[in-house]
């Protein structure tokens, strides 16, 4: 029973270099950034949030809740962050909006966010980003010359990086455009949807500074008494990991020949010890 007991642990111990952590981000490498919603005007009511993620974990800071025009707000807004310290951080955001019906005229809720790497070393590094996304555009199928526009756009300082624009309309018809690519569903005021993950990396060398930012939010139309519109945004958009290019780390035993001998030893004396 003994003997079992130890392979059980051997085999635990061998397993635990396996496992991913959070890297520390080095000295000198400076990456700040803000999360921010800067236009609410119209009709509807929306509840609304801003987080941080700290190695992994959301961290709560910000709501938004009531009619568009009057809205609340506690917390931060912008909410910073001053410098990252660990990958596996960055924002979070989630919001709902829904249309009143019977209150007619346009709707706005907008919203961006940037995040800025100052290298103050000697070393160039490569920046791997990650943003998972979910929206949501529904103008409510029934009321003609209603629609509902919700968007997610990531720019950096050349070009578009990423783009998802949904478009609910009962007049003209439905559509959605990623990355500059436009499909129609063939419906009309229905709901749209859109999610996924976007990864993509940030090359930032010696002495210089990059950065990206984005946009979000949504558009609503209401020209009937019967319309009911909705609009979901969520992201979280995190540092995921960082490679020094100048002066890559040394060789580790992760996932190496010896963890792995180590397993495929301990399932043998298992078994030599169960046929005992």
């Not at 009321?143 to 997610?152: E, I, R, S």
Request: charged letters at 15%; a negative charge; glycine letters at 10%.
């Amino acid at each position: 029973m003994k003997l079992r007991f130890r392979l059980y642990t051997l085999i635990a111990a061998s397993l635990l270099p396996l496992q991913a952590s959070a890297a520390v981000i080095p000295t000198g490498l400076d990456i700040s950034g803000f999360l921010l919603t800067d236009i609410i005007e119209g009709d509807g009511n929306i509840t609304a949030s801003l987080d941080k993620v700290e190695n992994g974990i959301t961290v709560p800071s910000t709501t938004i809740s009531g009619p568009l025009d009057t809205t609340t707000t506690t917390g931060d807004n912008p909410l910073e962050i001053d410098r990252l310290t660990n990958t596996n951080s960055g924002f979070k955001f989630d919001s709902n909006f829904n249309g009143v019906a019977g209150a007619l005229g346009e709707s706005y809720f907008d919203g961006q966010f940037l995040f800025v790497t100052e290298n103050q070393t000697s070393d160039d590094f490569s920046l791997s980003w990650s943003l998972n996304f979910s929206l949501t555009a529904d103008a409510g199928g029934d009321a003609a010359g209603d629609f509902v526009n919700t968007y997610l756009l990531l720019d950096d300082v050349f070009s578009t990086l990423f783009e998802r624009d949904l478009y609910s309309d009962t007049l003209l018809g439905d559509l959605l455009v990623t990355d500059g690519v436009e499909s129609e569903p063939g419906t009309r005021g229905a709901a749209i949807n859109t999610s996924g993950v976007f990864s993509f990396m940030q090359t930032v060398s010696a002495g210089s500074t990059n950065g990206f930012s984005g946009i979000f939010g949504l558009q609503s139309f209401l020209d009937n008494t019967l319309g009911a519109h909705n609009s979901l945004i969520s992201f979280d958009i995190t540092l995921s990991g960082i490679e020094n290019l100048s002066t890559p780390p040394p060789p580790t035993n992760v996932n190496g020949p010896a963890s792995l001998a180590l397993i495929f030893l301990s399932l043998g004396l298992m078994r030599l010890c169960r046929r005992k």
